[in-house]
């Protein structure tokens, strides 16, 4: 399959274009029935020539070309109108009936606040792909994509999310001018996704009823199934939440597949040089060290311990709190005994062989370096954080 892509340097246009070539050069094995043999890129810079020779050879087109901020409103209609009508005829003069998808907006509703040139342009250039359809019998896969977010999205140009994420991550303002504002959010990975469900044969099918997309098996329109709410306000209580994760260390909530998740990603992609590494606070005394690395609400906290050759720590016991002790590198002896019994129950355990071994609720515990020349590293997680205030934790030694 010959696949070309217009505005292959966009924001879409650079996440498609890698994900294609993933399943080309076979590192993305998730699509099998995808047989990729080349993919031609097309935008502004290249050699206009080459749209010819795409359009005779092209056994898909994604159209994504398009203006987003002109230097005057009458662009709209020659960007976003002017090339797809140049392509669709391009496309017609060689005989190739291949599948063409065009990437459209909600604006194109031209509704309340998206009655504008731009909304306009849009639409007229879902008129053009219905009218190329129902002449030629091609088939055209008209997507209305609403506010999309991710990585490479270019800030002050593509989207607020964009423009929040990078501010956030460089220390820049924001303006926020009502935080109730709700968009509703496509993620770029989902949008992909689709992508690829198009080129199988499986794109989603919708009906718009104002804004909202109706899914339908024989819909006009094409839609990603997977979308999200969020207010203004939402959004930069994450990114603030996201900003203070290296001075907390408490990760926040992140369901799979969930918006905040997907947020947090995104976020990371603008962070940067000078932000991308930030140290630990390293808990250090004559035995070695201890350093808490991560925290969250619901599943306790991570920390990473350090025991100087022949040292034992722990010597210590909790009411509920219980936790796992996992060596990745010396050897060590793990002690546990029930309070009120003299029987111990012993592990030896190295990073030769990952172990993971629980400190059980009621049992006071240690570790011990069994070396006399190697420092002794151990990942330990327990199910709660430490709280100062009552740390669950009463010295007694195994």
Request: charged fraction near 25%.
């Amino acid at each position: 399959m010959n696949i070309l892509v217009t505005g292959s340097n966009g924001f879409v246009g650079k996440n498609l274009v890698a994900n294609l070539e993933n399943i080309k050069e076979n590192k993305n094995r998730t699509r099998p029935e995808l047989k990729i043999d080349e993919i031609y890129c097309f935008d502004v810079d290249t050699d206009k020539a080459l749209l010819d020779e795409y359009c005779k050879i092209a056994d898909f087109v994604f159209n994504l070309a398009g203006v987003n901020r002109p230097k005057s409103n009458e662009e709209f209609m020659s960007g976003n109108f002017g090339f797809a009508s140049t392509l669709l005829e391009k496309l017609e003069a060689y005989g190739n009936t291949c599948p063409v998808m065009l990437s459209s907006s909600i604006q194109a509703t031209c509704i309340g606040r998206y009655d504008t040139d731009y909304g306009r342009s849009k639409r007229a250039g879902e008129e053009l792909f219905f009218e190329y359809e129902r002449r030629t019998g091609t088939k055209a896969l008209v997507y209305r994509f609403p506010n999309l977010f991710g990585k490479w999205s270019r800030p002050n140009y593509n989207s607020a999310v964009a423009t929040f994420c990078h501010n956030t991550a460089n220390d820049l303002p924001l303006t926020v001018s009502d935080r109730a504002v709700e968009l509703e959010l496509v993620y770029i990975d989902d949008l992909v996704e689709e992508m690829l469900d198009a080129l199988c044969g499986m794109e989603h099918r919708c009906e718009f009823d104002g804004l909202q997309a109706v899914y339908c098996e024989n819909g006009s329109f094409c839609a990603v199934p997977t979308s999200h709410r969020a207010t203004l306000g939402e959004i930069v209580d994450l990114l603030d939440a996201f900003k203070s994760q290296p001075l907390t260390l408490n990760m926040p909530e992140a369901d799979n597949g969930g918006f905040a998740k997907k947020l947090y990603s995104t976020y990371l992609s603008y962070l940067p040089k000078e932000k991308v590494a930030f140290s630990l606070k390293m808990n250090t005394d004559a035995r070695g060290s201890f350093t808490e690395l991560l925290k969250t609400e619901r599943c306790g906290q991570i920390s990473v311990n350090i025991s100087k050759p022949s040292i034992t720590k722990g010597q210590h016991w909790h009411n509920s709190k219980w936790e796992l002790f996992i060596v990745v590198s010396g050897k060590a002896l793990i002690e546990q005994r029930r309070i009120g019994s003299d029987e111990v129950l012993r592990f030896e355990v190295s990073g030769e062989q990952i172990q993971a071994v629980h400190m059980l609720p009621g049992y006071t515990h240690n570790i011990i370096n069994l070396s006399d020349t190697e420092d002794l590293v151990t990942v330990m997680w327990a199910n709660e954080q430490f709280d100062p205030n009552r740390p669950d934790t009463f010295g007694e030694t195994v």
